[in-house]
């Protein structure tokens, strides 16, 4: 299709009143008599296949999306990624525009997406251990146990996911003698 459009001429300095008088182009120096082509019609055939090519991806995309694996992987994204499939989900058509976010978002959604968690304990302990602490000596010790989960796997398609703190009994026996 880039093909053809390309094959496509086009001047825009050609006047109505140029082509009266001479049918060779002063300005791009087309020759309007070897025209073979009927622009038209060769555009309306682009047209019909770019829709065509819409409609193939948006049914690739739809038919993707119905396998729980893939789905499954949807959770590991950030909010405004899976806003995107959320609503490309809902509306089952691309956006007007298909930028770089979109086309990103479903590259993720479809890599294999490596989680680790990370319970929230080990960072209390962590910070807890530490004591009073410069900023940068507390950005060191988040890092540094960051760094430690994440060693040896590809960052790009890690996700971390924060497991909450487990309620402890003794914590429910509190909060059940205070209703008293």
């Known amino acids: 299709m880039e093909n053809e459009l390309s094959n496509l001429i086009v001047c825009y300095e050609l006047t109505t009143k140029e082509l009266k008088d001479t049918y060779i182009c002063t300005h791009c ?3 309007i008599n070897t025209l073979s082509i009927n622009a038209e019609a ?23 999306l119905e396998d729980p694996l893939i789905l499954d992987n949807k959770k590991l994204l950030t909010r405004d990624q899976q806003k995107v499939i959320d609503d490309f989900i809902d509306t089952k058509q691309l956006p007007d ?4 976010f979109f086309v990103q978002a ?3 959604l479809f890599s294999e997406l490596d989680k680790v968690t990370v319970r929230i304990e080990d ?9 009073p602490c410069t900023t940068i000596e507390l950005k060191n ?10 060693k040896g796997k590809d960052i790009d398609k890690l996700r971390l996911i924060i497991q909450p703190k487990e309620a402890q009994p003794y914590d429910l ?7 008293y």
């Open 42 to 64: 060769k555009l309306s055939e682009i047209e019909e296949k770019l829709e065509a090519l819409n409609n193939e991806w948006t049914n690739l995309l739809s038919n993707s």
């Open 29 to 31: 120096k087309m020759n």
């Open 123 to 131: 960072i209390e302990n962590i910070l807890l251990s530490m004591g």
């Open 173 to 179: 026996v509190a909060e059940e003698e205070s209703n």
């Open 97 to 100: 525009i298909v930028d770089t």
């Open 106 to 108: 479903f590259n993720t």
């Open 141 to 150: 010790k988040v890092n540094s146990y960051i760094d430690s989960i994440v």
